[in-house]
Every structure is written in C-alpha cells, then in structure tokens.
Antibody
Framework: EVQLVESGGGLGQPGGSLRLSCAAS????????MHWVRQVPGKGLEWVSG????????GYVDSVKGRFTISRDNAKNSLYLQMNNLRTEDTALYYC?????????????WGQGTLVTVSS | DIQMTQSPSSLSASVGDRVTITCRAS??????LGWYQQKPGKAPKRLIY???NLQSGVPSRFSGSGSGTEFTLTISSLQPEDFATYYC?????????FGPGTKVDIK
C-alpha cells in the first residue's frame, strides 16, 4: 500500500524558514515523480512544485520561485520542501503527492497534509 | 502560465442525475489533464488521468473526455458518495495549474 506521510509543518515567522518532509513507502520511490500541493482551508487546490524521479525536471508556481526549493533523497525514500522567506500567504495545508510516471504529470497518491501557519 | 477555468462553479443535483463538469485551458494542453474529487477534510483523489483514462478502482460511472483546450468530466448516475468538489489539473507546462473547482451538492 502506498503511504505518504508529511511532517515539518507548524508556525513560521514572516521572513523565516521551514522545511517540510515527506516519507514514502509501498512503492519504488526512485522511479516516480513527486509533487507538493497546498490548500488554504476552505479554498481550492494550488500546485506548488514538482520534481522528476532523478531530480532533473523541477518546476514551481511563480509565487514561490526563488523562495522554495524542492528536493528528494531516493536513498531515503523522502521528498522535501525547503521554504525560505515565508509570507503570510504561504499559510496552507501542504500535501505531498506521488505520480505514476517518472516525470511530473497528475499525481495519483496523496498524503494527509501538514499545516503551515505563517504569522508573527 | 496556463489558466484553467471550470464551469459551473457549483451545482445542485439529485441521486441518479447525469452531471457534466467542463474545464477549459487558456491554451492547448493536448490530453495532459487530470480530474480529482475532494471531500471535506480529505486529501484529493484522482479519478481520471490523461483526460480520459479511468483511475484504477474508480467506478465506471465517471468518465472524462476532451483534448486541446476543452475537457469534460461526466458522472453518468450521481450517487450519494459523489457529493464533493471536483478539480481539473493541467500538467502540460510548468507551473501546473488546477481549476478553481466545482462543488456538487444535494438538491
């Protein structure tokens, strides 16, 4: 069974940093692309970032470019999102999501999310 | 960036109704689109990939069609468990973009 478990959320200060992690199990992690998607409670979904199986294909939504960095460690079956220079508008539930292709497409598997709150 | 629109933004329907949701892209995206269902407090669930392929385990009353800029998700006979919000996602070009969602509730 595919499992994706996010961690690292919490309260961050404006201008501060947080690092989200996603532990994957139940599939061959190194073969598949991964994504981060966020959702402000009560609002719609926003794709944040995606990474190919070998980290060569990486993309970001414009609002986080230059501030967030997606990465993966295939040896540890883990996905990360380094979030720097946090803004209040980054407050959301962040989902880790897994693809069924080696390059980013539409993710099929989702974690339960980790909540990030940016506030002073 | 590619903009995705959905219509309607919400609809009320009865069990057994046929429901169609439309998603439009601001430029051609071939068939690089997925459809998702989300219920309150739950993670999204992929229903359709590559515009028209049914995700394994998803009931056959769900179907997707379209290519280029216009896509549809059809529920042939709405069931009680289908009341939810539905989103499309284009993955043709970074940044990937979701539609704003269509909320389906009970009439």
């Amino acid at each position: 069974e595919v499992q994706l478990v996010e961690s690292g959320g919490g309260l961050g200060q404006p201008g501060g940093s947080l690092r989200l992690s996603c532990a994957a199990s139940g599939f061959i992690f190194e073969d598949y692309a991964m994504h981060w998607v966020r959702q402000v409670p009560g609002k719609g979904l926003e794709w944040v970032s995606g990474i190919g199986h070998n980290s060569r294909s990486v993309g970001y939504v414009d609002s986080v470019k230059g501030r967030f960095t997606i990465s993966r460690d295939n040896a540890k079956n883990s996905l990360y999102l380094q979030m720097n220079n946090l803004r209040t508008e980054d407050t959301a539930l962040y989902y880790c999501a897994g693809d069924t292709r080696s390059w980013p497409e539409s993710p099929a598997y989702w974690g339960q999310g980790t909540l990030v709150t940016v506030s002073s | 960036d590619i903009q995705m629109t959905q219509s309607p933004s919400s609809l009320s329907a009865s069990v057994g109704d046929r429901v169609t949701i439309t998603c439009r892209a601001s430029q051609g995206i071939r068939n690089e689109l997925g459809w998702y269902q989300q219920k309150p407090g739950k993670a999204p669930k992929r229903l359709i990939y590559a515009a028209s392929n049914l995700q394994s385990g998803v009931p056959s009353r769900f179907s997707g069609s379209g290519s280029g800029t216009e896509f549809t998700l059809t529920i042939s006979s709405l069931q009680p468990e289908d009341f939810a919000t539905y989103y499309c996602l284009q993955h043709n070009t970074y940044p990937f973009t979701f539609g704003p969602g269509t909320k389906v509730d009970i009439k």
